[in-house]
Protein backbone atom coordinates (compact mmCIF):
# COMPACT_ATOMS: atom_id res chain seq x y z
CA UNK A 1 0.00 0.00 0.00
CA UNK A 2 1.58 3.74 -0.46
CA UNK A 3 -0.30 7.18 -0.75
CA UNK A 4 1.14 9.70 -2.99
CA UNK A 5 0.02 13.32 -3.37
CA UNK A 6 0.81 15.22 -6.76
CA UNK A 7 -0.01 18.90 -8.03
CA UNK A 8 -2.29 20.35 -10.79
CA UNK A 9 0.42 22.07 -12.59
CA UNK A 10 -0.44 25.20 -15.28
CA UNK A 11 1.07 25.17 -18.75
CA UNK A 12 2.91 28.27 -19.78
CA UNK A 13 3.84 26.50 -23.19
CA UNK A 14 0.53 24.00 -23.65
CA UNK A 15 0.43 20.91 -24.89
CA UNK A 16 -1.99 21.03 -28.01
CA UNK A 17 -2.36 18.13 -30.59
CA UNK A 18 -1.66 14.72 -29.92
CA UNK A 19 0.94 13.50 -32.71
CA UNK A 20 1.14 9.31 -31.61
CA UNK A 21 -2.31 8.07 -29.83
CA UNK A 22 -0.62 5.52 -29.10
CA UNK A 23 2.31 6.18 -27.10
CA UNK A 24 0.35 9.55 -25.94
CA UNK A 25 3.22 11.62 -27.88
CA UNK A 26 2.89 15.56 -28.56
CA UNK A 27 3.68 17.46 -31.49
CA UNK A 28 5.75 20.40 -29.50
CA UNK A 29 7.31 20.52 -26.33
CA UNK A 30 5.46 22.53 -23.47
CA UNK A 31 6.42 24.24 -20.04
CA UNK A 32 4.94 24.22 -17.08
CA UNK A 33 4.45 25.26 -13.71
CA UNK A 34 3.61 23.30 -10.64
CA UNK A 35 0.91 24.78 -8.07
CA UNK A 36 1.38 24.26 -4.54
CA UNK A 37 -2.00 24.15 -3.39
CA UNK A 38 -4.10 22.76 -5.92
CA UNK A 39 -3.33 18.69 -5.04
CA UNK A 40 -4.47 15.33 -5.21
CA UNK A 41 -4.31 12.53 -2.97
CA UNK A 42 -4.31 8.76 -4.06
CA UNK A 43 -3.98 6.02 -2.12
CA UNK A 44 -3.50 2.34 -3.59
CA UNK A 45 -3.86 -0.89 -2.35
CA UNK A 46 -2.91 -4.55 -3.42
CA UNK A 47 -5.50 -7.13 -2.53
CA UNK A 48 -5.23 -11.13 -3.67
CA UNK A 49 -8.90 -11.28 -1.95
CA UNK A 50 -10.06 -8.63 -4.42
CA UNK A 51 -11.84 -10.02 -7.92
CA UNK A 52 -11.95 -6.43 -9.92
CA UNK A 53 -9.86 -3.11 -9.04
CA UNK A 54 -12.20 -1.00 -6.65
CA UNK A 55 -11.68 2.56 -7.54
CA UNK A 56 -13.46 5.55 -5.44
CA UNK A 57 -12.87 8.93 -6.39
CA UNK A 58 -13.82 12.44 -4.11
CA UNK A 59 -14.04 15.21 -5.80
CA UNK A 60 -13.49 18.92 -4.65
CA UNK A 61 -17.04 19.67 -2.32
CA UNK A 62 -18.74 15.70 -2.95
CA UNK A 63 -19.04 12.68 -1.96
CA UNK A 64 -16.95 9.67 -2.43
CA UNK A 65 -18.64 7.81 -5.81
CA UNK A 66 -17.27 4.86 -7.22
CA UNK A 67 -15.51 5.25 -10.63
CA UNK A 68 -17.95 4.28 -13.62
CA UNK A 69 -17.15 4.58 -17.20
CA UNK A 70 -14.17 6.45 -19.06
CA UNK A 71 -12.52 7.21 -15.98
CA UNK A 72 -12.66 3.97 -14.75
CA UNK A 73 -11.43 2.28 -17.76
CA UNK A 74 -8.58 4.99 -17.97
CA UNK A 75 -7.48 4.13 -13.98
CA UNK A 76 -8.06 0.64 -14.89
CA UNK A 77 -5.56 0.84 -18.54
CA UNK A 78 -2.88 2.25 -16.30
CA UNK A 79 -3.12 0.36 -13.48
CA UNK A 80 -2.48 -2.54 -15.65
CA UNK A 81 0.52 -0.94 -17.46
CA UNK A 82 2.10 -0.94 -13.70
CA UNK A 83 1.41 -4.36 -12.89
CA UNK A 84 2.68 -5.62 -15.94
CA UNK A 85 5.76 -4.07 -15.38
CA UNK A 86 6.11 -5.24 -11.98
CA UNK A 87 4.89 -8.92 -13.38
CA UNK A 88 2.00 -8.83 -11.23
CA UNK A 89 -1.86 -9.93 -11.74
CA UNK A 90 -3.07 -8.45 -8.39
CA UNK A 91 -6.62 -6.58 -7.95
CA UNK A 92 -5.69 -2.75 -6.24
CA UNK A 93 -8.34 -0.60 -4.00
CA UNK A 94 -7.69 2.98 -5.11
CA UNK A 95 -8.82 5.91 -3.57
CA UNK A 96 -8.10 9.32 -4.64
CA UNK A 97 -9.15 12.76 -3.60
CA UNK A 98 -8.95 16.46 -5.24
CA UNK A 99 -8.82 19.63 -3.10
CA UNK A 100 -10.31 21.51 -6.20
CA UNK A 101 -13.00 21.79 -9.02
CA UNK A 102 -12.37 18.57 -11.23
CA UNK A 103 -12.47 18.56 -15.10
CA UNK A 104 -12.88 22.51 -15.35
CA UNK A 105 -9.28 23.49 -17.25
CA UNK A 106 -7.33 23.50 -14.02
CA UNK A 107 -5.51 19.90 -14.67
CA UNK A 108 -6.60 17.82 -12.27
CA UNK A 109 -6.10 14.55 -14.78
CA UNK A 110 -2.37 15.80 -14.60
CA UNK A 111 -2.60 15.57 -10.81
CA UNK A 112 -4.81 12.56 -10.54
CA UNK A 113 -2.73 10.37 -13.00
CA UNK A 114 0.47 11.92 -11.39
CA UNK A 115 -0.43 10.81 -8.25
CA UNK A 116 -1.91 7.49 -9.67
CA UNK A 117 1.44 6.70 -11.07
CA UNK A 118 3.70 6.99 -7.79
CA UNK A 119 1.32 5.43 -5.41
CA UNK A 120 0.70 2.53 -7.82
CA UNK A 121 5.03 1.91 -8.80
CA UNK A 122 5.62 2.32 -4.55
CA UNK A 123 2.91 -0.11 -3.80
CA UNK A 124 4.14 -2.62 -5.74
CA UNK A 125 7.84 -1.95 -4.64
CA UNK A 126 8.57 -0.97 -8.05
CA UNK A 127 12.16 1.21 -7.84
CA UNK A 128 11.45 3.80 -10.50
CA UNK A 129 13.44 7.23 -11.11
CA UNK A 130 11.91 10.39 -11.58
CA UNK A 131 12.56 10.09 -15.51
CA UNK A 132 10.53 6.65 -15.96
CA UNK A 133 7.51 7.64 -13.20
CA UNK A 134 7.47 10.75 -15.53
CA UNK A 135 7.61 8.40 -18.62
CA UNK A 136 4.53 6.31 -17.42
CA UNK A 137 2.46 9.40 -16.33
CA UNK A 138 2.72 10.13 -19.32
CA UNK A 139 1.07 6.76 -20.84
CA UNK A 140 -2.23 7.44 -18.79
CA UNK A 141 -3.51 9.28 -21.22
CA UNK A 142 -3.20 12.57 -19.91
CA UNK A 143 -0.08 13.83 -21.12
CA UNK A 144 0.30 16.58 -19.30
CA UNK A 145 0.54 14.26 -16.04
CA UNK A 146 4.39 13.49 -16.94
CA UNK A 147 4.90 17.44 -16.27
CA UNK A 148 3.47 16.65 -12.39
CA UNK A 149 5.76 14.64 -11.84
CA UNK A 150 9.34 16.75 -11.43
CA UNK A 151 9.40 19.75 -8.96
CA UNK A 152 9.10 23.10 -9.96
CA UNK A 153 8.89 24.71 -13.33
CA UNK A 154 8.95 21.98 -15.88
CA UNK A 155 9.70 21.29 -19.03
CA UNK A 156 8.08 18.46 -21.28
CA UNK A 157 10.26 17.09 -24.29
CA UNK A 158 8.74 16.50 -27.39
CA UNK A 159 10.33 13.35 -28.89
CA UNK A 160 9.90 9.35 -29.05
CA UNK A 161 8.47 7.25 -26.22
CA UNK A 162 11.82 7.28 -24.59
CA UNK A 163 12.75 10.46 -24.56
CA UNK A 164 9.49 12.49 -24.03
CA UNK A 165 9.92 12.97 -20.73
CA UNK A 166 9.50 15.95 -18.30
CA UNK A 167 12.05 17.64 -16.78
CA UNK A 168 12.64 20.25 -13.42
CA UNK A 169 14.43 23.72 -15.54
CA UNK A 170 14.01 25.38 -12.13
CA UNK A 171 13.32 24.54 -8.58
CA UNK A 172 10.31 25.98 -6.91
CA UNK A 173 12.02 28.54 -5.14
CA UNK A 174 13.50 29.88 -7.79
CA UNK A 175 10.75 32.11 -8.44
CA UNK A 176 8.10 33.63 -6.39
CA UNK A 177 5.44 33.64 -8.53
CA UNK A 178 1.35 33.20 -7.93
CA UNK A 179 -1.16 31.72 -10.12
CA UNK A 180 -4.60 33.09 -8.59
CA UNK A 181 -7.05 30.32 -10.70
CA UNK A 182 -10.14 32.51 -10.94
CA UNK A 183 -13.11 30.56 -10.57
CA UNK A 184 -15.91 31.93 -13.23
CA UNK A 185 -17.53 28.06 -13.93
CA UNK A 186 -17.70 24.97 -11.74
CA UNK A 187 -19.04 22.83 -13.89
CA UNK A 188 -17.26 19.80 -15.76
CA UNK A 189 -16.24 20.73 -19.47
CA UNK A 190 -18.70 19.49 -22.07
CA UNK A 191 -15.28 17.86 -24.23
CA UNK A 192 -11.83 16.69 -22.66
CA UNK A 193 -9.03 17.32 -23.73
CA UNK A 194 -8.42 13.82 -25.30
CA UNK A 195 -10.98 14.54 -28.51
CA UNK A 196 -8.97 17.90 -28.96
CA UNK A 197 -5.74 16.57 -28.96
CA UNK A 198 -6.75 14.53 -32.01
CA UNK A 199 -8.84 17.36 -33.75
CA UNK A 200 -6.30 19.78 -33.58
CA UNK A 201 -4.56 18.86 -36.93
CA UNK A 202 -8.02 19.57 -38.52
CA UNK A 203 -7.37 23.63 -37.84
CA UNK A 204 -5.72 25.58 -40.59
CA UNK A 205 -4.00 27.50 -38.25
CA UNK A 206 -2.04 24.38 -36.44
CA UNK A 207 0.39 24.53 -38.42
CA UNK A 208 1.45 28.56 -37.91
CA UNK A 209 0.99 27.71 -34.01
CA UNK A 210 3.51 24.96 -34.34
CA UNK A 211 5.91 27.45 -36.19
CA UNK A 212 5.34 29.91 -33.77
CA UNK A 213 5.75 28.03 -31.05
CA UNK A 214 9.49 26.83 -30.85
CA UNK A 215 10.02 30.72 -30.59
CA UNK A 216 7.74 30.88 -27.65
CA UNK A 217 9.86 27.85 -25.99
CA UNK A 218 13.04 29.62 -26.19
CA UNK A 219 12.03 33.00 -24.88
CA UNK A 220 9.57 31.17 -21.87
CA UNK A 221 12.95 29.56 -20.87
CA UNK A 222 14.78 32.53 -20.58
CA UNK A 223 11.96 34.11 -18.89
CA UNK A 224 12.37 31.78 -16.89
CA UNK A 225 15.71 31.69 -16.30
CA UNK A 226 16.25 35.22 -16.01
CA UNK A 227 12.62 35.97 -14.10
CA UNK A 228 11.38 38.40 -16.18
CA UNK A 229 7.48 38.37 -15.66
CA UNK A 230 6.90 40.66 -19.01
CA UNK A 231 8.74 38.76 -21.06
CA UNK A 232 7.03 35.19 -19.32
CA UNK A 233 3.42 37.00 -19.25
CA UNK A 234 3.38 38.37 -22.80
CA UNK A 235 4.54 34.59 -24.37
CA UNK A 236 2.06 32.98 -22.11
CA UNK A 237 -1.05 35.41 -23.28
CA UNK A 238 0.02 34.89 -26.93
CA UNK A 239 0.46 30.84 -26.32
CA UNK A 240 -3.06 30.09 -24.84
CA UNK A 241 -4.64 32.99 -27.38
CA UNK A 242 -3.16 30.60 -30.40
CA UNK A 243 -4.12 27.14 -28.56
CA UNK A 244 -7.84 28.36 -28.29
CA UNK A 245 -7.54 29.86 -31.54
CA UNK A 246 -6.74 26.26 -32.99
CA UNK A 247 -9.54 24.85 -30.51
CA UNK A 248 -12.42 27.25 -31.92
CA UNK A 249 -11.12 26.85 -35.71
CA UNK A 250 -11.25 23.19 -35.50
CA UNK A 251 -13.84 20.53 -37.22
CA UNK A 252 -15.92 20.51 -35.33
CA UNK A 253 -15.04 23.60 -33.43
CA UNK A 254 -15.08 23.55 -29.45
CA UNK A 255 -15.26 27.21 -27.26
CA UNK A 256 -14.07 26.78 -23.74
CA UNK A 257 -13.87 30.33 -22.94
CA UNK A 258 -17.68 32.05 -21.85
CA UNK A 259 -18.54 35.71 -20.60
CA UNK A 260 -16.66 35.06 -17.17
CA UNK A 261 -12.98 33.85 -18.80
CA UNK A 262 -13.24 37.07 -21.26
CA UNK A 263 -14.32 39.43 -18.19
CA UNK A 264 -11.33 38.61 -16.31
CA UNK A 265 -9.26 38.76 -19.45
CA UNK A 266 -10.52 42.75 -19.89
CA UNK A 267 -9.94 43.15 -16.50
CA UNK A 268 -6.34 42.21 -16.28
CA UNK A 269 -5.79 44.00 -19.18
CA UNK A 270 -7.01 47.15 -17.66
CA UNK A 271 -5.27 46.99 -14.53
CA UNK A 272 -2.22 46.47 -16.34
CA UNK A 273 -2.97 49.84 -17.91
CA UNK A 274 -3.01 50.85 -14.66
CA UNK A 275 0.14 49.19 -13.52
CA UNK A 276 -0.96 46.57 -11.74
CA UNK A 277 0.95 43.46 -13.81
CA UNK A 278 -0.91 40.15 -14.16
CA UNK A 279 -1.48 37.68 -16.98
CA UNK A 280 -3.96 35.28 -18.25
CA UNK A 281 -3.46 31.94 -19.34
CA UNK A 282 -6.43 28.92 -19.74
CA UNK A 283 -5.90 25.47 -20.14
CA UNK A 284 -9.02 23.01 -21.36
CA UNK A 285 -11.29 25.43 -19.66
CA UNK A 286 -13.02 28.30 -18.88
CA UNK A 287 -11.16 29.15 -15.60
CA UNK A 288 -8.78 31.55 -15.52
CA UNK A 289 -5.37 30.65 -14.35
CA UNK A 290 -3.57 34.68 -13.22
CA UNK A 291 0.22 34.68 -13.05
CA UNK A 292 1.69 37.97 -10.99
CA UNK A 293 4.50 38.40 -8.97
CA UNK A 294 3.95 37.01 -4.95
CA UNK A 295 4.44 40.73 -4.13
CA UNK A 296 1.34 41.27 -5.96
CA UNK A 297 -0.97 38.17 -4.74
CA UNK A 298 -3.32 40.06 -2.99
CA UNK A 299 -4.44 42.59 -4.78
CA UNK A 300 -4.69 40.82 -7.78
CA UNK A 301 -6.49 38.33 -5.83
CA UNK A 302 -8.83 41.21 -4.53
CA UNK A 303 -9.54 42.77 -7.21
CA UNK A 304 -10.71 39.61 -9.08
CA UNK A 305 -12.74 38.28 -6.26
CA UNK A 306 -14.56 41.83 -6.78
CA UNK A 307 -15.62 40.87 -10.18
CA UNK A 308 -19.44 39.52 -10.36
CA UNK A 309 -17.90 36.83 -13.04
CA UNK A 310 -15.40 35.79 -10.18
CA UNK A 311 -16.94 32.89 -7.66
CA UNK A 312 -14.08 32.35 -5.97
CA UNK A 313 -9.96 32.16 -6.44
CA UNK A 314 -6.96 29.98 -5.42
CA UNK A 315 -4.04 30.80 -4.79
CA UNK A 316 -0.54 29.17 -5.86
CA UNK A 317 3.11 29.24 -5.52
CA UNK A 318 5.47 27.02 -7.12
CA UNK A 319 5.60 23.83 -5.51
CA UNK A 320 7.01 20.22 -5.42
CA UNK A 321 5.97 17.29 -7.78
CA UNK A 322 5.13 14.29 -6.86
CA UNK A 323 5.61 13.19 -3.66
CA UNK A 324 5.12 9.79 -1.50
CA UNK A 325 2.97 10.28 2.19
CA UNK A 326 4.26 8.00 5.24
CA UNK A 327 2.09 5.96 6.09
CA UNK A 328 0.91 7.32 9.66
CA UNK A 329 -0.22 3.55 11.42
O1 LIG B 1 -2.68 16.24 -20.78
P1 LIG B 1 -4.06 16.46 -21.23
O2 LIG B 1 -4.50 15.44 -22.23
O3 LIG B 1 -4.99 16.56 -20.05
O4 LIG B 1 -4.10 17.86 -22.01
C1 LIG B 1 -3.66 19.05 -21.45
C2 LIG B 1 -4.05 20.19 -22.32
C3 LIG B 1 -3.83 21.58 -21.76
O5 LIG B 1 -4.08 21.60 -20.37
C4 LIG B 1 -4.82 22.52 -22.43
C5 LIG B 1 -2.45 22.12 -22.05
C6 LIG B 1 -1.33 21.62 -21.19
O6 LIG B 1 -0.21 21.61 -21.70
O7 LIG B 1 -1.53 21.32 -20.02
New binding site residues.
Given amino acids: MATAVAPA???F????G?RDPEH?L?YNS?I?MNLDACLTTTTVLFDPALDTDEITLTWYQQVPHPATGRPRERVGAHLDRLRQLAGVDTRARVTSQNNFPADA?I?S??AGFAALTLATAAALNLDLDTTTLSRLARRS?????C?SIPDGFVE?YNGNDQKSIAVTIAPPEHWDLADIVAVVDMQPKKI???E??RLASTSPYFGTRLYEVQQRLDTVRQAIAQRDLTLLGTMIEADTIS?HVVCMTQTPPSIYWDSGTLAVMHAIRAWRDEGLESYFT????ANVHVICAASDQHDVQQRLERLSAVQFTLVNRPGPGARLIPETS
Avoid: E, T
Fill in positions: NIAIKYWMIPSSGASAGSGSARWGSANHMMDAG
